[in-house]
């Protein structure tokens, strides 16, 4: 089954076929990239001055990162706006592949867990080691747990879903095929979240096999957003195992 392209309204004024999907192109891709460093340094600088302006929540240690995360993140797909809106005359979620998945939405989220068990089973097989995620450093108060799980489930899938499945894959779909734009979305993916796993192999590893999984929704759907929420509730079982776990009586309840 091959994914469908999004139905996304030409050009005004433009005449003759459609252009081909997609209509960016890897100048675009690596432009988009470089604006990458200036909107965190700006985003983070943002949130430093809002919390030093109006300390509004200053007693949860995850608000202040998490503001910057949402900074950066807004600022960063505001550029990718700009360039699809000014260069291209084209919609930003519709050029992303943002619609509603023809397998409707449930099949996604409930596609979640069973890839979180899943990935948690190999973890077990492969003697994963234990990490202390630094998410983990923050959860000293009933806010910032909250804050962090809010986060988790919605802001962090949509970002990376955005930027892997729905800018990135398509361009690797048009030039080397679907199975590899899956793989080829897949490693940058995994490669981000290295540091916070201290690249541990095993970590690594199984978040290159989610990543395969979120991709290939992504293929079959023809939808950013039914990878999406495959993403959020797989960030949600893991979020939820851990609030269950051991380490949940030390948490601020």
């Known amino acids: 089954m ?15 076929p459609p252009a081909a999907y997609p209509f960016w192109t ?6 988009i990239l470089l604006l990458l460093a200036p ?9 430093e001055l809002a919390f030093w302006a109006v300390p509004l ?48 939405f449930w099949s996604s989220v409930l596609a979640g867990p069973l890839v979180a068990f899943s990935i948690a089973f190999l973890g077990l097989t492969i003697r994963t080691p234990e990490n202390i995620l630094p998410f983990e450093n923050y959860m000293h108060d009933r806010v910032s747990v909250v804050l962090i799980g809010l986060f988790a489930v919605t802001l962090g899938p949509l970002s990376e879903e955005l930027a892997f499945r729905g800018l990135l894959f398509p361009l690797l779909a048009r030039s080397f095929g679907a199975p590899a734009a899956i793989l080829g979305a897949a490693v940058p993916f995994a490669l981000l979240h290295g540091p916070q796993y201290s690249w541990s192999w095993q970590h690594i590893l199984l ?47």
């Open 2 to 16: 091959n994914c469908p392209e999004p139905d996304i309204p030409e050009p005004r004024g433009q005449a003759g």
């Open 26 to 31: 890897y100048q675009d891709l690596l432009l």
């Open 39 to 47: 909107c965190l340094l700006t985003g983070i600088l943002l949130a």
């Open 57 to 104: 929540f200053a007693h949860a240690k995850a608000a202040k990162p998490l503001a910057a995360q949402f900074l950066v993140a807004g600022m960063w797909f505001g550029c990718i706006f700009l360039l699809l809106k000014t260069k291209y005359d084209r919609p930003f979620w519709r050029s992303l592949a943002w619609f509603k998945p023809p397998w409707g």
């Open 207 to 253: 978040v290159l096999l989610a990543g395969l999984a979120f991709g290939w929704m992504r293929h079959r759907t023809g939808s950013t957003m039914a990878s999406a929420f495959m993403h959020g509730a797989y960030n949600l079982t893991f979020y939820s195992t851990f609030l269950l776990e051991e380490r949940f009586t030390r948490l601020p309840w």
